[in-house]
Nanobody, 129 residues
Framework: QVRLVESGGGLVQAGGSLRLTCAAS????????MGWFRQAPGKDRDFVASISWGGSSTYYTDSVKGRFTISRDNAKNSAYLQMNSLKPEDTAVYYC??????????????????????WGQGTQVTVSS
């Protein structure tokens, strides 16, 4: 069982930065691929970025490549999303998620919502123009 809690969201001007944190409880967090998703009002929850259990592999959706960086610290049971050069279209609720079905699979990065079986409650990110 994994419990996830996101923090770090807020209001920022376009061009600014935020760092989201996903704090996890559960001893199997460090074995699981992790991901970040976002959901804007009236839209689906979309994939943003993912990272393998050991942190060696990452994957990003095209719209955030070069601006966002996903990372993790298994010793601290935490995952992070560093967001730079933010744009108004990045405004959304951001969710972290864990994929416990692919634990300890080297270099595996889950990219579909259906791959993830544990979710946080979300944190709001608002980017003003």
């Amino acid at each position: 069982q994994v419990r996830l809690v996101e923090s770090g969201g807020g209001l920022v001007q376009a061009g600014g930065s935020l760092r989201l944190t996903c704090a996890a409880s559960g001893r199997t967090f460090g074995w699981s691929p992790m991901g970040w998703f976002r959901q804007a009002p009236g839209k689906d929850r979309d994939f943003v970025a993912s990272i393998s259990w050991g942190g060696s592999s990452t994957y990003y959706t095209d719209s955030v490549k070069g601006r966002f960086t996903i990372s993790r610290d298994n010793a601290k049971n935490s995952a992070y999303l560093q967001m730079n050069s933010l744009k108004p279209e990045d405004t959304a609720v951001y969710y972290c998620a864990a994929d416990t079905s692919h634990q300890l699979v080297n270099d595996y990065t889950a990219r579909s919502r259906d791959d993830y079986n544990f979710w946080g409650q979300g944190t709001q990110v608002t980017v003003s123009s």
